[in-house]
């Protein structure tokens, strides 16, 4: 079992930044990849970006490319999601997710069903 508990969410202007963070417990963190999703009302849930365990291949939605990073730290069994120039469509509960999937590459990465373990959710919410 892995145990996710996302924090860093809140309300921010649009242009702003929030960093959300994700810690992990249950197992050795650097055993899964790991992804953020978010999901706005009436909206499906979407990926928006994913590590491998060692951290060395990452991917992003394409409507995040350039302002989103995702990071990190297997000592620390944390992973990250720096948001910069947020927009007010960025607004979601965004979920951390784990995955088993190996090798995690290619499309598979980007399909929820690929992650085992979830998080409860952080509000992230960008005003105009």
């Known amino acids: 079992q892995v145990q996710l508990v996302e924090s860093g969410g809140g309300l921010v202007q ?13 197992r050795t963190f650097s055993s899964d990849a ?4 978010r999901q706005a009302p009436g909206t499906e849930r979407e990926f928006v970006a994913g590590i491998s365990r060692g951290g060395d291949n990452t991917y992003y939605a394409d409507f ?21 120039i947020l927009k007010p ?30 998080g409860q959710g952080t509000q992230v919410t960008v005003s105009s």
Request: proline share 1%.
């Open 89 to 118: 469509e960025d607004t979601a509960v965004y979920y951390c997710a784990a995955s088993a999937l190996n090798p995690y590459s290619g499309s598979s990465v980007y399909l929820s069903y690929k992650y085992d373990y979830w």
């Open 64 to 84: 995040v490319k350039g302002r989103f990073t995702i990071s990190r730290d297997n000592a620390k069994n944390t992973v990250y999601l720096q948001m910069n």
């Open 14 to 26: 649009a242009g702003g930044s929030l960093r959300l963070s994700c810690a992990a417990s249950g």
């Open 34 to 37: 790991m992804g953020w999703f």
